[in-house]
């Protein structure tokens, strides 16, 4: 369904324990299935929405959002902790996943994507034809 693959998120977490915060433009995620959706929230407070950008190509969904600062140009900035510039996060979907209907909000601070199961790959039931049937439509 949803693969959760980033090669660099180990190395990231043991670089932040020993020199701090290693790549800046990182989302947190949450992510799971509820009925035929899949559910994916993305914390990336303090973003403008007009600078998210989201595209699918082939079953990779690629996100990417800005933080500016809020300092006015030529201020004499005392501290800077919160993070700004470009976040960006890969998401690999699965064959089983409607990339053509993923549908997406941003509220709080909070990225929500909603991406639905594929019709093709949802359960279904198949009907059993009796014995008797299959020979009356053989004779």
Same mark, same amino acid.
Not at 67 to 76: D, N
């Given at each position: 369904?949803?693969?959760?693959t980033?090669?660099?998120?180990?190395?990231?977490?043991? !670089?932040?324990?020993v020199?701090?915060? #290693?790549? =800046?433009?990182?989302?947190?995620?949450? !992510? &799971?299935? @509820?009925?035929d959706?899949?559910?994916?929230?993305?914390?990336?407070?303090?973003?403008?929405p007009?600078?998210?950008?989201?595209?699918?190509?082939r079953?990779?969904?690629?996100?990417?959002?800005?933080r500016r @600062?809020? !300092? =006015? /140009? %030529?201020?004499?900035?005392?501290v800077?902790? +919160?993070?700004? %510039?470009?976040f960006?996060?890969?998401?690999f979907?699965? /064959?089983?996943?409607?990339?053509?209907?993923?549908? #997406? @909000? &941003? *509220?709080?601070?909070?990225?929500?994507?909603?991406?639905?199961? !594929? /019709?093709?790959?949802?359960?279904?039931k198949?009907?059993?034809?009796?014995g008797? *049937? +299959?020979?009356?439509?053989? @004779?």
């Amino acid at each position: 369904m949803l693969m959760r693959t980033d090669p660099f998120r180990e190395f990231d977490r043991i !670089a932040q324990q020993v020199f701090g915060p #290693a790549r =800046p433009g990182q989302m947190s995620m949450d !992510a &799971y299935r @509820s009925g035929d959706d899949f559910i994916v929230h993305m914390d990336i407070p303090g973003v403008d929405p007009e600078t998210i950008d989201l595209d699918v190509e082939r079953n990779v969904l690629n996100i990417r959002a800005e933080r500016r @600062s809020p !300092a =006015p /140009e %030529g201020a004499e900035l005392i501290v800077a902790e +919160r993070p700004t %510039g470009t976040f960006t996060r890969q998401l690999f979907l699965g /064959e089983t996943l409607d990339t053509e209907r993923i549908d #997406a @909000s &941003y *509220e709080a601070g909070v990225l929500t994507l909603r991406i639905p199961v !594929a /019709e093709q790959a949802k359960p279904r039931k198949i009907q059993i034809t009796g014995g008797s *049937e +299959r020979r009356q439509i053989g @004779s």
